[in-house]
Structures are given as C-alpha cells and as structure tokens.
Nanobody, 116 residues
Framework: QVRLVESGGGFVQPGGSLRLSCAASGFTFSIYDMRWYRQAPGKEREFLARISDTGDSTNYAGSVRGRFTITRDNAKNTVYKQMNSMKSGETAVYYC?????????WGQGNQVTVSS
C-alpha cells in the first residue's frame, strides 16, 4: 500500500524559510517521479514542483521557481522541499504526490502558515 507522510510544516514569517519532508513507503520509491502541491483556503490544488526518479531533473511552477527547491534521497525514500523567501499568500496545506501504475497517491497534507 502506497503511503506518503509529510512533516516539517508550521509557522514562518514572510521572507522566512521552511523545509518539508515526505517519507514514502509501499512502493519502489527510486523509480518514480515525485511532486509537491499546495492548496490554499478557497482555492484549487496547485502544482509546485516535480523531481525525476533519479533526481537529475526538476520542474517548478513559475510562482515558486528560484525560491523553492525539490530534492530527494532515494536511500531514505524521502523527498524534500526547501521553501525560501516565503510570502504571506503562501499559507496553505502542502502535499506530496506520486503516481504509481496509473494511480495517484497523496500524503495527509501539512499546514504551512506564513504570517508576521
């Protein structure tokens, strides 16, 4: 059974940094791309970043490019997202995601609140 468990959320001031982790289990982590999304109150879920299975390739949404960095450690079955220069409007629940054999799996989500 595919399982994704996010951690590392919390409060951060505008301009601050936070790192999220997503621990994966139940599938062969090292052969799948991983993604991060977020969903702000009253808004649709938004794609943020993708990393390839080997970690050699990444893609970012324009809104976070240059501020967020996605990385992975295949030995630990974990994907990370470093978020820098955070903005007030980025308060949201952050999710990691994987598609395994055509089926999407999501973590439980991790609340990040950006506020002074």
């Amino acid at each position: 059974q595919v399982r994704l468990v996010e951690s590392g959320g919390g409060f951060v001031q505008p301009g601050g940094s936070l790192r999220l982790s997503c621990a994966a289990s139940g599938f062969t982590f090292s052969i799948y791309d991983m993604r991060w999304y977020r969903q702000a109150p009253g808004k649709e879920r938004e794609f943020l970043a993708r990393i390839s299975d080997t970690g050699d390739s990444t893609n970012y949404a324009g809104s976070v490019r240059g501020r967020f960095t996605i990385t992975r450690d295949n030995a630990k079955n974990t994907v990370y997202k470093q978020m820098n220069s955070m903005k007030s409007g980025e308060t949201a629940v952050y999710y990691c995601n994987v598609e395994v054999l055509g089926n999407e799996a999501w973590g439980q989500g991790n609340q990040v609140t950006v506020s002074s």
